[in-house]
């Protein structure tokens, strides 16, 4: 059961004349309402809650992306949109499990940077819950076929979106399963919510929007994602976006400041593959300690 919510965006400016980096990873997080949709949706005691709870928030990660290519996209002055998110470590509802790290993945444990690269650490969140760990293997991710377009073209996307998933399973275990009541990570070509920030009364579009739920399951909290990917993207830059929103969803939750990574928090002329860096980064996120994955406390 679903018990929240927790987001993290990737935007697209309607105009460039507001252009605005935000400072980080929860430039725009507004727990409040967050807070009042979690009353809303669980209107039970904290105790009977236990079993059924989940408590999301909404993390948005508002690096602000510019494609100027598809800024035509987004000329259309929308409805803003409020990110929010339930702030589970205050919340009184429910106890987290306590975050531990859990064993490295074989393929990341084997992973060896030879360029000594680095990594972007620093800039990845901790969130509520952790760091955002996946610890049972394969992780099943779930590419939906758009409906809305040519079967040909619904095709060439569901391939391209398919070699992001294949770049990344080089790293982590990754299966691609039918069903998306299966899966950990959902795919869709769907556009994104727009969105305004705190600071600046423009709607801005994004170009991808990747969100997170926390939900328990067999007394054990989990998660699950879900990347919305516009439909305005094609060929490489719908491989580079499906490939950054995948490395959101693989747990770097947050954007290097190198334009040679594919976490970069804009999109480039000519998208770089997943990096050393890149890689190096996952692999300390997955040194962290998290509550997910681990038994709910009775
Ligand atoms: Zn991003």
Do not use: C
């Not at 998660?223 to 490395?247: C, D, N, S, V």
């Not at 990574?261 to 692999?283: C, E, G, H, M, W």
């Amino acid at each position: 059961m679903l018990v929240g919510f927790l987001n993290k965006e990737d935007s697209k400016l309607k105009n460039p004349a507001t252009l605005k980096f935000s400072s980080g990873v929860n430039g725009d997080r507004d727990f409040r309402t967050g807070m009042e949709s979690y009353k809303h949706n669980n209107p039970t005691t904290p105790k009977t809650q236990k079993r059924w709870l989940t408590f999301l928030g909404l993390t948005l990660l508002a690096g602000a992306i510019v494609i100027l290519a598809h800024s035509q996209l987004f000329a259309v002055a929308a409805k803003p949109i409020q990110n929010s998110t339930p702030n589970l470590a205050t919340s009184p509802a429910f106890f987290l499990p306590v975050a531990k790290p859990h064993p490295l993945p074989p393929t990341l444990a084997q992973w060896q940077d030879h360029t000594h690269s680095g990594d972007y650490f620093s800039q990845v969140e901790k969130t509520e819950v952790g760091y955002l760990v996946w610890s049972q293997f394969p992780i099943r991710v779930y590419v939906e076929i758009p409906k809305a377009i040519a079967p040909e073209a619904a095709q060439a996307w569901v391939s391209t979106v398919l070699k992001a998933v294949q770049q990344w399973s080089i790293y982590l275990p990754i299966k691609v399963v039918e069903t998306s009541q299966l899966a950990d990570i959902i795919i869709l070509q769907k556009v994104p919510p727009l969105q305004i920030s705190p600071d600046n009364k423009i709607p801005r579009a994004r170009s991808a929007l990747t969100t997170y739920v926390l939900y328990a399951t067999d007394n054990t909290l989990r998660h699950r994602f879900t990347i919305l990917l516009h439909p305005g993207q094609t060929g490489k830059y719908l491989l580079a976006a499906a490939r950054h929103e995948l490395g959101h969803a693989l747990g770097i939750w947050g954007h290097s400041p190198l334009k040679s990574d594919a976490l970069y928090f804009s999109q480039v002329t000519n998208p770089p593959p997943i990096s050393p860096r890149d890689v190096n980064t996952l692999k300390r996120v997955y040194e962290q300690s998290t509550s997910l994955g681990w038994t709910l406390p009775k």
